[in-house]
């Protein structure tokens, strides 16, 4: 590797094995660190002298890579046409852990007050059933019920990899109205302009779990948004995806007026625990479970600033997640 660019390759935080044959052409310092050999007589040595993994030399020969453990740390490789890249995810794994600790301990305590809820509302239903005109109170205790059963399934499915995903042909409109009628409060309370611009979409998705990531995104919208500002809910097709293609091609985004975030803060937003500068409110969990939940149907979960278009005022930002859908969906 020539000193211009020696800086940049050990600079990486990636190790990279380049092979030229069953030999080591060169290595970089993250790459010797993972592997625990000495740079200089690595150069030109057989390859499985190297590696010193069988498993490593058989992901070289079949052009295939993988996750596996190495000298007590968890490494994915990548194989490239060159060589090898080895990435040390030993932090995310342990990240992952501690985040399905959490959410075991979090659906723990939560379970014991949701079931006191659901029996007393289940001990109201033939009360309100009984009294005559009882209208409006009826239809609360009958949404309470249906919501506090909802409640019930996510907390059986907190670590979102618990259970079967159940997916099936969805309405995206409709799981957005029901999530804007769930947090009409708080979406009054703080002042905002709710613009929603829904085409009309046919997902294949868990419904409560699409319900969750609208509930989610405009719950930090509400949050983290400025008073009195304007909070957008778009779904749309995106041109030229198919829908059964390997990139879901549902969009889900939304949109809140407040101070433009720094591109590179956001995807810490997206971990454990992982919160904004100066937020004070919630656990950290609401945009790791979105992507969780996005990544899991085979789309993704992003974020950042925000331009409104024309007659919108202010800094906002937005966050959204693609997902599947049906064939003419």
Known sequence: MSGDLGGWWDALAEGVVLLAGDRVADLNAAAARLLDVDRARARGAVAIAVLRDHRLEAMWASGQGGELSLRSRTVRATVTRDGL?????TALREERAAARDLLAVLSHELRTPVTVIRGAIEALE?????????GDDAHFVRLARAEAERLSRLLDDLTVESRPPRERRV??????RR?????????????????????????????????????????????HG????????AA????????????????LEVRGSGTPLDPVAVPALFTPRGRGRGASQGAGLGLYVVRSIAERWGGAAWGGPHEWGPGGVGGANAFGVSFPLVDGG
């Open 85 to 89: 890249v080895l990435e040390d995810i």
């Open 179 to 223: 999530a804007l009628s769930l947090l009409r409060e708080p979406v009054e309370r703080s002042g905002a302009e709710l613009v929603v611009k829904v085409d009309e979409l046919m997902a294949w998705v868990d419904e409560d779990k699409l319900l969750q990531v609208v509930l989610n995104l405009v719950e930090n919208a509400v949050i």
């Open 236 to 251: 749309w097709r995106e041109p030229g995806a198919a829908a059964s293609g390997p990139e879901p091609a549902g969009r």
């Open 126 to 134: 033939p009360r309100e059933a009984a009294t005559a005109g009882a």
């Open 171 to 176: 309405p995206v409109a409709d799981v957005v």
């Open 226 to 233: 400025s008073w009195g500002g304007r909070i957008e809910v």
